[in-house]
């Protein structure tokens, strides 16, 4: 998955876009993305998830060279029926893994557990403008630092997010280099949600996005 970012002009519906330690916010209520395209290989990966009409997400399914994947989701609520956290189940060489992504008081995902059951390995923390996109990507392991990912959104005079700047800074140097890349968005669907991507790679990336009616 990738990186994409809200409208500048508020949306009052949205839908999180969540899994393998990444977080996206997408505009509308989502029903399923469909997301086609990383040229990795001729056999490009691609990737089907389902959301409730809470904007949760219900599973992931991952495509592979013919292999199939799943994770399925649980969202916990608080008392008034505000998200706590997101759990995800996946088998990895038939054990049960637990993925969990926890939310803030606005309801926005600030972190993710990759593996819970050895909690203190892998971690995610994300950090949001006033806007809702998120801005700052960190990755730990074992409760060290190790890579920061910082990210600029693109705009056209509509105000359509039209694509992102990402850098990448690492431990090795104490966050000093900056690696950065590009990935343009060509192509908007009726809410402007992206769905023909270039990335610096030059790859192109697709999507399918269906979503549930009014």
Aim: glycine content about 6%; some cysteine; overall charge positive.
């Amino acid at each position: 998955m990738l990186t994409s970012c809200v409208q500048k002009q508020h949306k009052s519906v949205s839908t999180w876009l969540y899994g393998y330690g990444q977080v996206e916010r997408l505009n509308g209520r989502v029903k399923q993305l469909t997301e086609n395209g990383w040229g990795y290989s001729r056999t490009s990966p691609y990737f089907i998830t389902t959301f409730d009409n809470k904007g949760c997400v219900i599973s992931i399914q991952d495509v592979w060279s013919g292999s199939i994947s799943k994770t399925h989701y649980l969202t916990v609520y608080d008392k008034n029926n505000r998200k706590i956290e997101s759990i995800g189940i996946y088998k990895d060489e038939g054990k049960d893994i637990k993925e969990i992504y926890k939310y803030d008081a606005n309801e926005y995902l600030t972190r993710c557990i990759d593996n819970a059951n050895n909690p203190s390995t892998d971690t995610d923390r994300y950090l949001y403008d006033n806007t809702g996109n998120v801005i700052e990507h960190q990755q730990y392991f074992e409760k060290k630092l190790l890579w920061i990912f910082k990210y600029k959104y693109l705009y056209n005079k509509r105000n359509i997010c039209t694509g992102v700047e990402q850098s990448m800074t690492t431990w090795r140097d104490n966050f000093k280099t900056p690696a950065l890349d590009t990935t343009k968005y060509i192509r908007f669907d009726s809410n402007n949600n992206w769905v023909k991507a270039i990335n610096f790679l030059n790859d192109t990336i697709t999507r399918k996005i269906t979503y549930y009616q009014p």
